[in-house]
């Protein structure tokens, strides 16, 4: 049976996937109202006012009141940090001490169903790779990559709750990169960059989500209040070489451990503001989860290919700069 939640709260509402998520949710004439949270006014679907409430308010505040007032069944929380922050603190707050409140909040508030989006970077991109991650494998972020250990952590206090309210349905979704008109990820900032310095020798799969897949995940997951954690991905695959040749980008190799260094190095001298060294491993190793399991007990596929989900934010690209 499949059912969609009456009154919705969605965090970081203002951003490519808190817009499509509120999209997707008035989209559903079982949708009451939903809340969109963000430090920025979040614009809702036309003609949906009486159905939609911008909310500004910083995560890192506390959201108890909010929440008692709004009475939500379910909360997407989708506010984090995409880029690496040179604050760590700061970071730290936004991404994981936040999460940890809004639990609380949820908790006190009686919510149903909590969503957390987080990546598939939680599991690592490292040497020895040798077959898709499944949501049965432990989480091994790559060490001083910011994002995908605040991943981890939040991970950590999503599943911490669903055992101290096993009444409560959490689910966590792993995604991987979301490829999409105004996307701003490490990938699509890479990209933007006409010669690529690469890993000598390295040439890993990668995968992409298509933002339209993503809802129809996230409503698969709302509609059913399935709890668990789910891999999402396009189903294909591309090489690294073959998504910088897409973009028009050149890659120059070089050797792994002197690019890392002079990454860390140019960043540590505010040189460049894309990434620390660590960042690199995920374009030197791996790192291909397997949708297997929200396939079966959901019966989710994706739409796009992973190729078909890099295409579409290419277009999008082209049509703002005319490349």
């Keep these: 049976m499949t059912e969609t939640p009456k009154r919705v709260l969605v965090t970081g509402s203002a951003g490519l996937l808190g817009e499509a998520t509120i999209s997707q949710l008035t989209s559903k004439p079982g949708l009451d109202v939903a809340?969109?949270?963000d430090?920025?006014?979040t614009d809702g679907p036309p003609g949906e006012t009486r159905r939609f409430v911008s909310v500004?308010?910083?995560?890192r505040e506390p959201l108890d009141d909010l929440i008692a007032g709004f009475e939500p069944e379910a909360v997407v929380h989708l506010a984090f940090l995409l880029r690496t922050?040179?604050?760590?603190?700061?970071a730290h707050e936004v991404n994981?001490?936040?999460?940890?409140?809004?639990?609380?909040?949820?908790?006190?508030?009686?919510?149903?169903h909590v969503v957390y989006l987080s990546s598939t970077t939680v599991y690592g991109a490292h040497s020895g790779y040798t077959k898709p991650y499944s949501e049965d494998d432990p989480p091994n972020p790559v060490k001083g990559f910011q994002y995908s250990e605040h991943k981890t952590e939040a991970e950590h206090l999503l599943l911490r709750f669903a055992t101290e309210y096993p009444d409560r349905a959490v689910t966590i979704m792993r995604g991987c990169v979301v490829m999409a008109p105004g996307a701003d990820n490490f990938i699509s900032t890479a990209l933007g960059t006409r010669v690529l310095p690469t890993p000598?020798?390295?040439?890993p799969e990668m995968q992409f989500l298509h933002v339209d897949?993503?809802?129809s995940a996230l409503d698969a997951v709302l509609s059913r209040r399935a709890p668990g954690i789910y891999n999402?991905?396009?189903?294909?695959?591309?090489?690294?070489?073959?998504?910088?040749?897409?973009?028009?980008?050149?890659?120059?190799?070089?050797?792994?451990?002197?690019?890392s260094a002079a990454t860390g190095i140019s960043w540590k001298l505010h040189l460049q503001d894309s990434s620390p060294g660590p960042g690199l491993n995920l374009i030197r190793y791996p790192w291909i989860a397997s949708t297997e399991k929200i396939k079966r007990e959901l019966g989710w596929s994706p739409t796009y290919t992973s190729r078909e989900a890099l295409s579409s934010w290419l277009d999008g690209r082209s049509k703002t700069t005319g490349q």
Aim: glycine share 12%.
């Design 85 to 90: 922050h040179r604050d760590g603190n700061f």
């Design 96 to 112: 994981v001490d936040a999460t940890e409140r809004l639990l609380q909040a949820c908790a006190a508030g009686g919510v149903k």
């Design 213 to 215: 897949d993503y809802t």
């Design 35 to 37: 809340a969109g949270v």
């Design 56 to 59: 500004i308010r910083d995560v």
């Design 232 to 259: 999402i991905a396009g189903d294909d695959t591309m090489t690294w070489r073959q998504v910088a040749e897409a973009a028009g980008a050149r890659l120059v190799s070089a050797p792994g451990t002197m690019l």
């Design 200 to 203: 000598a020798g390295s040439d």
């Design 39 to 41: 430090i920025r006014p």
